[in-house]
């Protein structure tokens, strides 16, 4: 078969795909492997995917689709016609017989609102949608599709479920399915013509309803409420088919099924009011301790992106990224790219609403919260004694950073949103003023009220909230009051709720940064180019004093992670190399939110000795512009733009 470009390949899917759906085969074919699934349930060796091929094959329909598609559109431009014989070349996906699969099939959706609203006045683009989706450690994406009222998403997946996520290999029977309180985790999100994303729905899918149905399958809608102050609206419905791989051989009666839902409901609500009911008596023993208690920053309670109040520890897991962040100054770094969100950052701290560890990782943006329970997160992963911190900084504004405690008892705080990190070196407030100004406390905190992660709660008694004049030994009751852990545990740990289990996993970057970088950088030329010739200025760049730049691009992202500095010596020796005598050298790096050139070129010319440089002046005057783009897990990016010129100056 000859090779097809991209575009006769996007032709091919596209009559395939409307011709599956008009024989309807994709039922067929799902029959077929669910049969053959079945037959070899009980043997040692998997379903061969070869087996499978080979049974679809002679049912005839892959030959029946082929020929029909070949008979109304003849050729694919050109290309020979598709033979059954070429099937072989399909992606190859092993299935596992001895392992039950819950799949999902996204159709579509209805009564999407705001959809006129989706129009971007940004070159014609327009807004898209997917819905990721989350199960038992598993993260899956559907395909964009352009946002409309009636969004086409026409997207599958294909869950495990067995009895333990790190056994792959165990059929889960009825009876462990029934008792699996794990609900899929959706979170729509819309895509707009800028490259920046907005959550639309956080939904929790309850999906056991399958045990009682006869065929294990079942069409539903799905409404989709919004978030914050719209969790009560629909935004939109979902046309979604369940169905569970293999079958079973028998099904539960229907009242088994939803006794076990109202069991596991009134398990919930009764840990639920126990909790208020030990929170309300701490709260009284806490403000008896001191008078002004009652005005220190204590935040036991958050609300979180669909309106459901949660205790503050509920947002903290223990968040492991496998190898996709090497050590916790890497975790740092990633936090601190993902964008603020300057709605929370300006919110009152009774009024913010805290998102979900998947909300906040998929929407790639947070307030200062999110990023905060993120970094602990991810730190409590990498095995440090970590905390949120929750108080103020300047002007009394609420805020939310982290802390770890290290086993010689230094205390680090550390700015989740910069990446920046202070060593906490407490005043005493009996020491003389000379002695007072030998400490270097450099953070921008100004009082805490309460610190906190996934198992502890201590809110601050001592004689001041001041950050400086505390001191961070949870343990002494003098100085910090602690919750009980094990009432913590029992509404906060992730068995507890359904609902709270807030554990994803994360995923690894699938942005090509090499080909981000030279489509921004050439933009950016393009921009200069255009800017410079309405001040009246002919532009010439120097593409060899442009790849010189890249060694100082790197060493700035590589300070930004692990705090030092390396190759300045290399860099400064090859610009005094390449700059002849005579002539002078400016540069400025930046860091801008992101790949769009646009913002980057308007973040540059706010910066005035950019501006400068890019209106350069003066005899022979030779202009470089370098990008550089650094991948991150969820495909956060980190994007560095450097702009340099050389001229002979002009008296």
């Excluded at 545990?489 to 807030?502: G, L, T, V, Y």
């Excluded at 009246?536 to 004093?545: H, S």
């Excluded at 400064?572 to 646009?598: M, W």
Aim: neutral net charge; glycine residues 4%.
């Amino acid at each position: 078969m000859s090779t097809l470009s991209v575009d006769q390949l996007d032709a091919l899917r596209a009559a395939i795909r409307n011709r599956l759906e008009q024989e309807n085969a994709q039922e067929t074919i799902r029959d077929i492997a669910n049969r053959s699934m079945q037959n070899n349930l009980f043997h040692e060796a998997d379903v061969k995917p070869q087996a499978l091929l080979s049974d679809i094959k002679q049912s005839g329909i892959i030959e029946t689709i082929l020929d029909q598609i070949n008979e109304s559109h003849g050729s694919v431009q050109g290309s020979s016609a598709l033979r059954a014989d070429n099937a072989s070349s399909i992606r190859q996906v092993s299935i596992n017989p001895q392992n039950r699969h819950l799949y999902i099939h996204i159709h579509g959706g209805k009564a999407f609102s705001n959809y006129h609203d989706s129009k971007s006045n940004y070159l014609d683009q327009v807004s898209t949608l997917s819905v990721f989706l989350d199960f038992r450690k598993q993260r899956f994406c559907s395909k964009t599709v352009p946002y409309s009222c009636e969004p086409n998403f026409d997207d599958a997946f294909l869950l495990p479920i067995t009895k333990d996520p790190k056994q792959l290999c165990k059929l889960a029977d009825v009876n462990s399915m029934l008792s699996m309180a794990d609900n899929v985790h959706l979170v729509l999100v819309k895509n707009d013509a800028y490259g920046t994303r907005a959550i639309l729905s956080s939904h929790f899918m309850e999906w056991r309803h399958l045990l009682f149905s006869a065929q294990m399958k079942e069409r539903i809608s799905v409404p989709l409420h919004g978030v914050g102050s719209e969790s009560k609206i629909v935004v939109g419905v979902l046309d979604v088919t369940l169905e569970l791989l293999p079958k079973l051989q028998s099904c539960l009666q229907r009242d088994i099924v939803l006794t076990q839902f109202e069991i596991e409901k009134s398990r919930v609500n009764e840990r639920t009011k126990a909790f208020f009911n030990y929170a309300k008596q701490w709260w009284k023993e806490y403000l008896q301790i001191r008078p002004d208690n009652n005005q220190r920053f204590v935040k036991i309670f958050a609300q979180d992106e669909n309106g459901t109040t949660r205790p503050v520890c509920a947002f903290i897991r223990c968040l492991r990224g496998g190898r996709l962040l090497d050590s916790a100054s890497h975790a740092t770094r990633f936090v601190s790219v993902l964008a603020v969100s300057k709605a929370d950052i300006s919110s009152a701290s009774a009024g913010d609403i805290w998102q979900s560890l998947l909300s906040t990782l998929v929407h790639n943006k947070g307030g200062v919260a999110d990023h905060a329970t993120l970094l602990c997160s991810l730190f409590i992963g990498f095995g440090l004694n970590a905390y949120v911190c929750y108080g103020t900084k300047a002007r009394q504004q609420p805020h939310a950073w982290v802390m770890t405690v290290g086993v010689d008892n230094v205390v680090t705080f550390y700015e989740s949103a910069t990446g920046h990190k202070f060593i906490h070196d407490p005043l005493d407030v009996n020491e003389l003023p000379h002695q007072k100004c030998q400490h270097s406390n450099q953070h921008p905190y100004t009082t805490v009220g309460c610190v906190f992660n996934n198992r502890e709660f201590y809110a601050n008694v001592q004689a001041t909230d001041k950050v400086t004049n505390c001191t961070f030994d949870l343990l002494n009751e003098s100085k910090w009051k602690a919750m009980d852990r094990q009432v913590l545990d029992s509404i906060c740990s992730p068995e507890a709720n359904p609902f709270w289990k807030n554990q994803p996993s994360l995923c690894p970057p699938s942005v090509d940064t090499s080909s981000l970088a030279d489509k921004l950088e050439a933009d950016l030329m393009r921009q200069v180019a255009d800017y410079r010739n309405n001040l009246g200025l002919d532009t010439v760049f120097d593409t060899g004093l442009g790849y010189i730049l890249q060694p100082a691009l790197a060493a700035y992202e590589l300070e930004r992670t692990l705090g030092v500095s390396m190759g300045s010596d290399e860099f400064q020796h090859a610009i005094r190399q390449y700059i002849p005598d005579g002539e002078t050298f400016k540069g400025c790096p930046l860091q801008v939110e992101n790949c769009n050139s646009k913002f980057a070129f308007a973040t540059c010319l706010r910066s005035g000795s950019c501006e400068e440089i890019i209106a350069c002046r003066g005899d022979n005057v030779r202009l470089a512009v370098r990008a550089k783009v650094i991948a991150f897990p969820e495909d956060v990016v980190s994007v560095w733009v450097m702009f340099a010129c050389k001229y002979r100056s002009i008296l």
